[in-house]
């Protein structure tokens, strides 16, 4: 097992002094004060800007040609397919065209061996669980081959609203033969080759699903935000602000059926990914316990912004500052377990459980040492109630900064967009979100839009409205298995 950093000016020592200055340090680190969530909003206007101009960017910013978002009274029956979170679903969709829609779904687990292993043996799964379904569950759809969206939340680069190549891997996927790869094609050849009559006619990200179901729920949406395993967003953009998205000579008759909007997936994962090679204060502030976080991840380097905020990382953030301090003898006198010494040993459900303890300290039990006695097995005598008191406060910064930054791409799209000029004195603009950390997390929703008032002033930050969009991925890629059924009409010519 790696060993976990502690600050370069640490050294052990106990009593209360010590702690307190090591608990000073750690909030200084973890801090951000306005002026830093300024600065990151600049950042993050510069690197739309960056990935909205040329392909290749670490904030990708990828059309997903998708040109509409639903208003409430769509209707039909499609299949989806949910691949990026914690299960693979597959699901039935009835749009009922009143905001509302029935479903029928399954989960499969996917194995960490399908996870890393050929990318042909996990589309095989995924049909075979296609297969599974419609044989428990039938289908109500009266169509002779069933049009499917594929929800697929990884970095994809989309060059129709059905066909894309697999960037990289995220959230603990590596299937090491697919980057490059059609996610579509490889789908499709899975399911012909077992004769499976469903056409796979939408690719959707999680926050391209989040946005459509949320617009079809509310009647219009602006954002679809991600905050669970992974993290990123989705919104609606001008196409003429994507200036690598090429249309027809002007005039011609390509160009006259360009779109006026796009859904960009901004996959904000990647937000400041080269942080660590810049100089500080100009970007991202990388921990030392991020960088412990970033180096023993799968993939060191890249998505550096999501593994400060998202349910993957988040206990693995406060593990890493626990064990620093349980190594300076700050913290259960120096005693750890197992659990504690292995990586993603503390999970981020422990810190929704830790912040929605107000028990005292001393409460033999409280949902606090429950989850360090019974779950993490340290051992009781070691847990004094300064120790729980300190771990209180660690989950509360990690997740404090967490919640923080996630309201810096919400402010950086709003401000490229002028969406509070656009939307005018009265309009509001409507953010769906989903997610196990803006479901589960005590307060991170408060604490966001606190920090979106910061950033934007009280009058734009008041017209920000967040919704939850719940199972964006499922009636999600159903509506955008029928938009793209509706653009394929229109014939919008995009290249
Ligand atoms: C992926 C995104 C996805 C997000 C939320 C990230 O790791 O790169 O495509 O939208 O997780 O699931």
Known sequence: ??????????????????????????????????????????????????????????????????????????TGTYLALDLGGTNLRVCEVKLKGDGTFDITQEKY??????????????????????DVFLTDYGSSSDQDVLNMGFTFSFPVEQTAIAKGTLIKWTKGFNCPDAPGKDVVQLLQTALDRKHIKVKVNALVNDTVGALLAHS?????????????????????????????????????????????????????????????????????????????????????????????????YLGEVARAIMVSLIDRLLLFSGWSSPAMDTQYGFDTALI???????????????????????????????????????VRTVCDLVALRAARLSAVPIAATIQHTKQAQEVGSEGKIKVGVDGS????????????????????????????????????????????????????REGHVIV
């Open 1 to 74: 097992m790696a060993p976990t950093p502690s600050s370069s000016s640490a050294s052990t020592g106990s009593g209360p002094n010590a702690l307190d200055s090591a608990l000073t340090s750690i909030r200084t680190s973890l801090a951000l004060p306005t002026t830093s969530l300024n600065l990151l909003v600049q950042r993050f206007v510069t690197l739309m800007d960056q990935g909205l101009a040329e392909k290749g960017a670490d904030m990708a910013m990828i059309p997903a040609f998708v040109t509409g978002v639903p208003d409430g009274t769509e």
């Open 109 to 130: 687990k996917v194995s960490d061996a399908l996870k890393q292993g050929p990318v042909s043996d996990l589309m095989e799964y995924i049909a075979q669980s296609v």
């Open 216 to 312: 079809y729920h509310s009647g219009g949406a602006f954002i679809g935000a991600i905050y669970g395993t992974g993290t990123n967003g989705a919104y609606v953009a001008n196409v003429e602000e994507v200036k690598k998205l090429h249309f027809g000579e002007k005039g011609s008759g390509a160009d006259a059926n360009r779109p006026k909007k796009m859904l960009i997936n901004t996959e904000w994962g990647g937000f400041d990914d080269d942080a660590q090679s810049r100089p500080s204060g100009t970007g991202l502030t990388i921990t030392p316990w991020d960088n412990y976080v970033d180096r023993t991840s799968i993939r060191p380097r890249h998505h550096a912004f999501e593994k400060m905020i998202s349910g993957m």
């Open 352 to 390: 929704s459980a830790i912040q929605g303890d107000k028990t005292e300290a001393s409460d033999a039990k409280s949902a606090t040492r429950k989850a360090l006695v019974g779950t993490m097995g340290i051992k009781e005598e070691h847990v004094s109630d300064l120790d729980v008191e300190t």
């Open 437 to 488: 950390v803006v479901e589960y997390l005590p307060g991170f929703q408060d604490r966001m839009k606190a920090a979106l008032v910061e950033m934007l002033g009280e009058k734009i930050g008041e017209k920000v409205v967040f919704g939850l969009a719940k199972d964006g991925s499922g009636v999600g890629a159903a509506l955008c298995a029928l938009q793209a059924v509706k653009q394929e």
